[in-house]
C-alpha cells in the first residue's frame, strides 16, 4: 500500500464581494497545466436556491516528480449565494458574480507511488529503510515543490481576487486568510 503524507493541512482562503468564477476556475486549471500536473476533479455541484447558486467543486490534481515519489493537491471550492451581475466600468459592462467563495487547500505527498514494495514483508522493510534513509532528501524536495506550488496557486488566486478592488468596481471587498 503506498503511504500518503499529509504536508499542508486546511490553508483557508475566503473572500466576499464581486469576482469572475469562471476566470478563477480557468485560472487554477491553467496553473496546474502550466506545473505539469494530471487534472482530476472529483466533485462538480451546482445548486440554484433562492439566495443564489451554490457551487462546490472538488479537484484533485496530480504529478509524477519521479518512480517513487507523486504530488497531490486537494483543493476545494465553495461559492456561496452566488449571483450575475453586471457592472459599468469605463462605458463597458462586465459580468461578474457577487457572492462568498471560500477555498480549502490540502497537499500530499505519495511515497511508493505504483506499491511495488508492499508484495511481501521483506520488500515493505525494505521501502521503511529506504523511505527513511535513502530517499529522505528526495521526500524533503518533494514536499518543498509541494509547498511551493500551493503557497504560489493561494497567492495566484489572492491576486485575481484583489483585482477587481483596483479596477474600482468594489468598494466592499473582504479578503480573509484563515
Not at 38 to 61: A, C, F, H, L, W
Not at 117 to 145: C, G, M, Q, T
Request: proline share 1%; no cysteine; glycine share 6%.
Amino acid at each position: 500500500m503506498v503511504e500518503k503524507k499529509l504536508v499542508i493541512d486546511q490553508l483557508k482562503l475566503s473572500y466576499e464581494g464581486l469576482f469572475d468564477f469562471s476566470e478563477l476556475y480557468r485560472l487554477i486549471d491553467g496553473f496546474f497545466f502550466e506545473r505539469g500536473y494530471d487534472k482530476v476533479e472529483v466533485v462538480n455541484q451546482e445548486q440554484v436556491t433562492s439566495g443564489g447558486k451554490q457551487i462546490r467543486i472538488i479537484m484533485e490534481p496530480e504529478k509524477g516528480i519521479t518512480d517513487y515519489f507523486k504530488l497531490i493537491v486537494k483543493i476545494r471550492l465553495h461559492a456561496i449565494d452566488l449571483k450575475e451581475i453586471e457592472v459599468e466600468k469605463d462605458k463597458a459592462k462586465l459580468r461578474l458574480n457577487q457572492g462568498q467563495l471560500k477555498i480549502t487547500f490540502d497537499g500530499y505527498v505519495i511515497s511508493d507511488r505504483s506499491g511495488t514494495w508492499e508484495k511481501s514483508p521483506f520488500f515493505w522493510l525494505i521501502r521503511v529503510f529506504s523511505d527513511k534513509f535513502i530517499f529522505r532528501d528526495h521526500y524533503n524536495k518533494a514536499e518543498k515543490w509541494l509547498v511551493s506550488d500551493i503557497e504560489d496557486l493561494q497567492q495566484k488566486i489572492k491576486s485575481f481576487l484583489n483585482l477587481h478592488r483596483y479596477r474600482g468596481l468594489e468598494s466592499s471587498r473582504k479578503v480573509y486568510e484563515i
